[in-house]
């Protein structure tokens, strides 16, 4: 005889789930735990071809589509017939002003015009927690911008906002510096290395969001931070350790730390770290933090157990995104 479903796995098989800007971190880690609790219709718009394409050969049951979301097209037709729609998309590094104000603000402004107001799907907004950060750069002024679209739509959803994320297919952060120090004998950190971060797994943040689509959680302002804090050093320290690589660790003055990112810049369109990010790194930013585990109902990983499943993990560790 076969087994009997319950009404949660018989409800998430019928939900639509649609992930504007899916194929990036966040994305990549939350369809591999959407799957795992028994959606089954799961949409996915992105621009980014080759990491759409990753996603594709990792989840072929998955529908995904390639669009840039800051122009209108056949792809808000996804967003009409949504039941849940979890906004993922965000620029996050660059040079170029325009693709934050595409990727961040006008590709939001389009997602909620292409939504049925008559018949909405149930909403998560994920920004930042750059919103109330002391940083002013593009991107967290483009975030500020977004969220403010949100909260001026009039819908009902959890806006949540995120510390610093690492976790499987992080193609910057935390695994862009892994596969670094492993490439060179030494690696260099701004000053003493001594900025305070709260890291944030995202398999708990994916988590959270989870919570919060099974829950049908109502509006609200959530600050996710890390519940530990490290100095950067300290963090880079760890992952030499779980990762096995040998490069010692060289303090460059921060004056000369920012001239090397400006060069960089000349001669990478897209690089991986910017002096906007160096500023953003030594900021004196301290975010409130909240009982999330509680609020959710999610367990907060340790920092240390999130590390060695996010580089030691047999399944996803090894999957590189692009750019």
């Not at 920092?303 to 750019?323: G, H, K, M, W």
């Amino acid at each position: 005889m076969p087994e009997s479903k319950d009404m949660d796995t018989m409800e998430a098989e019928e939900t639509r789930v649609v992930l504007p800007g899916g194929a990036g971190l966040v994305g990549q880690n939350l369809v591999v735990r959407l799957k795992a609790r028994g959606y089954r219709h799961i949409t996915v718009l992105d621009k980014h071809e080759a990491n759409l394409a990753s996603l594709a050969a990792l989840h072929p049951d998955v529908f995904v589509e390639h669009v840039d979301l800051s122009q209108p097209g056949s792809w808000q037709q996804h967003i009409r017939d949504a039941d849940v729609l979890i906004m993922l998309q965000a620029q996050i590094g660059g040079l170029n002003p325009e693709d934050f104000e595409n990727n961040n603000v006008s590709a939001t402004r389009l997602i909620l015009d292409a939504i049925d107001r008559e018949r909405p799907p149930y909403l998560v907004h994920i920004s930042s927690s750059v919103v109330e950060s002391v940083a002013d750069d593009f991107y967290s002024r483009s975030k500020r911008d977004q969220e403010k679209l949100v909260l001026a739509s009039g819908l009902d959803c959890p806006v949540l906002r995120p510390t610093l994320m690492f976790g499987w297919f992080d193609r910057k952060h935390f695994g862009w510096l892994s596969r670094f120090m492993k490439r060179v004998p030494v690696f260099p950190i701004p000053g003493r290395g001594n900025y305070r971060r709260q890291p944030l797994y995202v398999g708990d943040f994916c988590d959270i969001i989870l919570s919060c689509v099974k829950n049908r959680r109502a509006a609200g302002l959530y600050n996710i931070s890390g519940q530990e804090h490290f100095d950067y050093v300290e963090m880079i320290r760890e992952i030499r350790k779980v990762t096995g690589a040998h490069s010692m660790i060289l303090h460059i003055p921060y004056p000369l730390f920012h001239v090397l990112l400006r060069v960089w810049g000349w001669f990478d369109r897209d690089p991986p770290f910017t002096t906007q990010q160096l500023e953003a790194l030594v900021a004196d930013d301290e975010f409130e933090v909240i009982d999330w585990p509680n609020i959710f109902g999610v367990r907060s990983t340790p920092f240390r157990e999130a590390i060695d499943e996010t580089f030691n993990n047999p399944s996803y560790s090894q999957v590189v995104l692009e750019f």
